[in-house]
């Protein structure tokens, strides 16, 4: 019987692919595993369901202050007030001065602060080189989402291999294949779109790579082949000043691309269900779980051949360069027009995303729990995560 403190910052509202991960393993841990006691720390308001054996820990709201910077300076007082054996920062921080008997387990999505630092803001680039550097050479165990997040940590940060764990992101059970037409029928009733379009999700932001995707509509525009719209499903991120203007430039109108920010975590199935093609074109990711999640429902897949795309979704997508938007829009193009490639790419991707379930990484997860031995040589990378930052 453990007592597990859980950094639960991502599950606030309006969570985007962090807080959907964390929610889908904190939902299941009290269920299977009930013999813990789980305490949730956050500065804000928590939106998940709650579980008698789940305790909600939520301080005195700070909302003024940046969660990251409460977290370090109130953290260690929670860890002692609730006599914690683990704690698990999902988001790559620990708090300062935490109790030598507690036992850290640290989370890491990705490395995008060291390979694409110019795709993040200056608060999250600040915070995680502060923080996550220092996270991940105190924490007795690092869990990855990624074979390849986990070969960038032991290459470029020299962390021991034997301190990471992969434990996958997992697929909720409500994305399931269904009729495409009707889910289509029901997002254009509800949502005031046409019933036929293209759909991609994430923030809007460089690294999601919206831009790319500007192009690659301007040319089936051009080409008079961009019978439906875009759909973008996501919130607002930042530097989205440029991709404004490429979308005038392009001479595309909201009958060609439009933004539909947030829409309810009820109606995502269906968005992706009633898609006739679901594009990713992003630059970088730890794992990507929208495409999987739009495979699950049963919609044919268009990706980048980013890192780390080709190990999450194998054969089951078409995978293409961002050094041609040619490639990708004759791509899209082929994928409409061919019944078969469409019905291919839709059987294999349903086949695809049962690989990735959250019964399997939340037992995943209670294993790292379960057997996590303090590590001392987490503080050998200290020197290197330290000559790194400079």
């Not at 804000?44 to 300076?73: M, S, V």
């Not at 630092?117 to 165990?141: G, K, W």
């Not at 938007?325 to 695809?352: M, N, W, Y």
Request: glycine share 8%; net charge positive.
């Amino acid at each position: 019987r453990m007592r597990i403190g859980i950094d639960a910052r991502p599950l606030s509202k309006q969570r985007t692919g962090i807080g959907n991960y964390v929610q889908g393993l904190v939902e299941l841990l009290p269920r299977v595993a009930p013999q813990h006691e789980y305490f949730l720390y956050s500065n804000r308001d928590l939106e998940c369901p709650q579980d008698q054996r789940t305790l909600h820990k939520i301080d005195r709201p700070f909302n003024w202050c940046p969660g990251a910077f409460w977290l370090l300076g109130r953290g260690a007082r929670l860890a002692r007030r609730d006599a914690l054996d683990i704690y698990w920062g999902t988001n790559a921080i620990l708090p300062a001065g935490m109790p030598s008997g507690v036992l850290k387990v640290v989370t890491v999505y990705d490395m995008v602060w060291l390979r694409c630092p110019e795709t993040s803001t200056r608060y999250n680039l600040f915070v995680q080189t502060m923080c996550a550097r220092r996270a991940i050479a105190d924490a007795d165990c690092v869990i990855v989402i990624s074979r390849s997040t986990q070969d960038e940590l032991i290459q470029s940060l020299g962390v021991p291999r034997e301190k990471t764990k992969l434990v996958y992101p997992g697929v909720d059970d409500r994305y399931q294949a269904q009729d495409q037409a009707k889910a289509a029928e029901y997002i254009s009733r509800k949502h005031g779109v046409p019933e036929r379009y293209l759909a991609t999700v994430g923030i809007v932001h460089p690294r999601k790579n919206q831009q790319f995707l500007v192009k690659v509509l301007g040319i089936l525009k051009k080409n008079g082949q961009l019978d439906c719209p875009l759909l973008v499903v996501g919130p607002m991120g930042w530097k989205n000043s440029p991709l404004f203007r490429e979308i005038q430039e392009a001479g595309l109108t909201e009958s060609d691309i439009r933004f539909l920010g947030y829409i309810p975590d009820e109606d995502m199935p269906l968005f992706y269900a009633g898609a006739q093609v679901f594009l990713f074109p992003t630059l970088y990711e730890g794992f990507g779980l929208p495409p999987i999640e739009a495979m699950a429902c049963g919609a044919p897949v268009i990706a980048s051949d980013s890192p780390c795309m080709p190990e999450v979704l194998g054969d089951a997508a078409i995978l293409e360069s961002l050094n041609s938007p040619e490639r990708f829009a004759t791509s899209i193009v082929r994928v409409l027009s061919d019944d078969q490639v469409r019905g291919a790419l839709r059987t294999k991707g349903i086949l695809r995303a049962q690989r990735f379930r959250y019964e399997t990484s939340v037992k995943q997860l209670l294993e790292v729990f379960e057997n996590i031995r303090p590590m001392n040589v987490g503080r050998n990378s200290i020197g290197k995560l330290a000559e790194l930052s400079m």
